[in-house]
């Protein structure tokens, strides 16, 4: 599939955006476990991606990539930033030095993913953003080239972060809770669930 | 004083990190390169990965750098910013598991004896064992 700047372009707006949009209830979900500053942060890492959107939708995809997680990792300021950087950077790693998507998207998206879990010594059941990242994973491998993949990715990824509140946390600022971390929704989870849902979105409204 | 490992502190809070400092120079001196950061890129509480940077550049020594940090997004951001450095120093740098403070101090009276950096990892983490 190849992918045009101005879509690419829009998609990487309509995502910055929409967490942008969700910080205060990012920052909500985390003043319950964590320390409050992911929506802060996320935001600030997303207006910076915002700021230098030209140049990086010039960019080939892999090039792009690699400057919005160097980008995260240098602006969000909390774990998150490594994390989402890790996240681009292994994805920008993983594609192709030109405008042109493979066939095969699970490919890239499980290297990001896997960056993430190395990144954070992390796994998938830790109430953590993995906990949505890896069922929308297995879904992209396992719903590939059926006609609604991208609907299913979305309510994937809408059930998943919901599964999360009954986790408890064992990673992270909020594993200092223990059993009171259960029964919130994890911020993470939730910030990854935002950006898996706009590009979705975006991707409908272009069809 | 260039051939001892350098000190670097990561704390979320820019005051944290700032005493920390203070408290290793009064105990070793100006025998041992120390630098510091705390603060998210916007001033408030977190870390920065441009900061972290250019404390590890800034307290760099021949015999690498040993640094102490508070937090998990502070040893995330600090593994990061290894990541990020130039090639030629990124081995030279190591994250220690141990208590900000008291590893902040023991490091650096270790790295004052003309320790290696190995030497100086291991007597901050000692603090972290059971």
């Known amino acids: 599939m190849s992918v045009p700047s101005e879509t690419f372009k829009s998609l990487v707006k309509a995502a910055a955006e929409q967490v942008i949009a969700s910080a205060p209830e990012l920052t909500s979900l985390d003043q319950a476990i964590g320390d409050g500053d992911h929506g802060t942060n996320m ?3 997303c207006e910076a991606v915002l700021g ?13 990539f690699k400057m919005i997680g160097k980008t995260l990792v240098m602006t969000v300021g ?21 405008k042109q ?4 998207l699970a490919d890239v998206f499980g290297s990001a993913v896997n960056a993430v879990s190395a990144r954070g010594r992390s796994k998938v059941g830790e109430k953590t953003m993995l906990d949505v990242l890896v069922p929308v994973l297995e879904t992209l491998k396992a719903s590939a080239g059926q006609p609604d993949l991208i609907a299913r990715v979305r309510s994937t990824a809408a059930e998943a972060v919901e599964r999360t509140a009954p986790m408890q946390a064992t990673k992270g600022r909020a594993s200092f809770l223990g059993a009171r971390s259960v029964g919130h929704v994890d911020p993470g989870a939730r910030s990854s669930c935002v950006l898996v849902q706009a590009v979705c979105a975006g991707l409908e409204a272009r069809a | 004083m260039t051939d001892t490992v350098g000190i670097v502190i990561v704390s979320h809070s820019a005051d944290i990190a700032k005493g920390t400092a203070d408290m290793v120079r009064q105990m070793v001196g100006s025998e041992v390169k120390v630098a510091f950061c705390g603060g998210n890129p916007d001033g408030g509480l977190g870390t920065s990965v441009p900061l972290i940077i250019d404390a590890i550049n800034a307290a760099w020594s021949p015999k690498g750098v040993a640094v102490l940090v508070d937090l998990g ?7 990061m910013a290894v990541e990020m450095l130039e090639p030629a120093r990124r081995d030279l740098v190591v994250v220690c598991n141990a208590p900000i403070v008291e590893g902040a101090v023991m490091a650096a009276t270790e790295a004052a004896g003309g320790s290696t950096l190995a030497q100086v990892k291991a007597v901050a983490e000692e603090l972290s064992a059971d």
């Open chain 1, 43 to 45: 935001k600030r890492g």
């Open chain 1, 78 to 98: 909390g774990a998150s930033g490594p994390l989402y950087g890790s996240f681009f950077l292994a994805a920008g790693e993983a594609l192709s030095h030109d």
């Open chain 1, 52 to 64: 230098k959107l030209d140049a990086i939708s010039a960019q080939p995809l892999d090039e792009a």
């Open chain 2, 73 to 79: 997004g502070a040893e995330t951001n600090s593994e």
């Open chain 1, 101 to 104: 998507l493979p066939d095969d």
